[in-house]
């Protein structure tokens, strides 16, 4: 994350609450297409690995989104999940997850959403993250706050691991790698009041923001998984960076996002987990 000096010079250069009205309608365009098409997806193709999985909703909406944004920032570079990068002179990347959890939308799973996240120099400095069928906005800019439909958000003050609620995720590569959260994930079971599975990132990030759930944490993340909700957690007093330890780290793809109450005891509980033997569940 950025430091103070870094924030008041984007300050002076940015007009961040233009921006963050952009990312605001274009996490909305998304959230019309997204309502429009539910239970009426045409095409479901499989991306490459096992799961991962890309509709022509997801296409649509990301087509609109980056219509939209091209119109309203043209001088600002583009990094799409389904379409790559689309790279200009600015130092700033508008990140795009048209649909986060299009495994769950393609089943008619109403746990899904739109994320737009602005980078500076790789920094998440602003975001803004849809969640349809709940009829939730979620925004946020760096310095400035966390919202939910135009209330200000703050992170739960649970301050013990045995009376939290968790939420995480596997990754498309959890068939590959031993690093695949299966053995975390039993273990924090039976330290917290439970730990669930969204299977949307930016929604899961979100939860945490809002204080639904007191901490997230997953590996294995893509760049517009993170982009918008890392700002939103940070904005709302929540503590984001790596697990078991170090920096928030954007490409790193891991995140441990929560209430800073219970940040350190989480690292310490998960420093402590040893992989799972992968024959246990081949």
């Not at 997806?41 to 219509?67: A, H, P, S």
């Not at 600002?76 to 790279?87: C, D, P, R, T």
């Not at 069928?133 to 045995?162: F, H, M, P, Q, R």
Request: net charge negative; charged share 25%; with cysteine.
């Amino acid at each position: 994350m950025l430091n103070i000096q870094e924030i008041n010079e984007i300050n002076s250069e940015i007009d961040l609450n233009l921006l963050t009205k952009v990312a605001k309608e274009s996490a909305l365009i998304g959230n019309e297409i997204l309502i429009k098409n539910y239970n009426k997806i045409q095409t479901i193709t499989l991306k490459g690995r096992k799961g991962d999985l890309v509709t022509n909703v997801d296409l649509e909406v990301e087509e609109k989104i980056k219509e939209y944004l091209t119109t309203k920032t043209p001088a600002i570079s583009i990094h799409a999940e389904e379409s790559g990068k689309l790279i200009k002179t600015s130092e700033l990347t508008w990140c795009i997850d048209p649909l986060d959890g299009t495994t769950n939308y393609s089943h008619g799973y109403p746990f899904f959403g739109t994320s737009i996240g602005l980078l500076y120099k790789n920094n998440p400095i602003l975001g803004a993250v849809s969640i349809p069928y709940l009829n939730e906005l979620y925004s946020a800019c760096i310095g400035k706050g966390s919202y939910c439909n135009n209330k200000k958000l703050k992170v739960s003050d649970t301050n013990t691991l045995i009376d939290s609620l968790l939420v995480t995720g596997f990754s498309y590569d959890r068939f590959e790698t031993e690093d695949n959260n299966y053995a975390e994930f039993c273990y924090l079971t039976h330290k917290t009041r439970g730990v669930r599975r969204g299977g949307a990132a930016a929604v899961d990030l979100a939860f945490v923001a809002s204080g639904k759930v007191d901490a997230y944490w997953e590996s294995g993340l893509e760049i517009w998984d993170l982009a918008a909700g890392a700002i939103i957690v940070k904005e709302a007093g929540g503590a984001v960076s790596n697990y078991p330890n170090g920096e928030f780290d954007l490409s790193s793809g891991r995140i441990l996002a929560c209430n800073p109450r219970l940040e350190e005891e989480l690292k310490l509980e998960l420093s402590k987990v040893t992989p799972f033997n992968k024959q246990l569940y081949i």
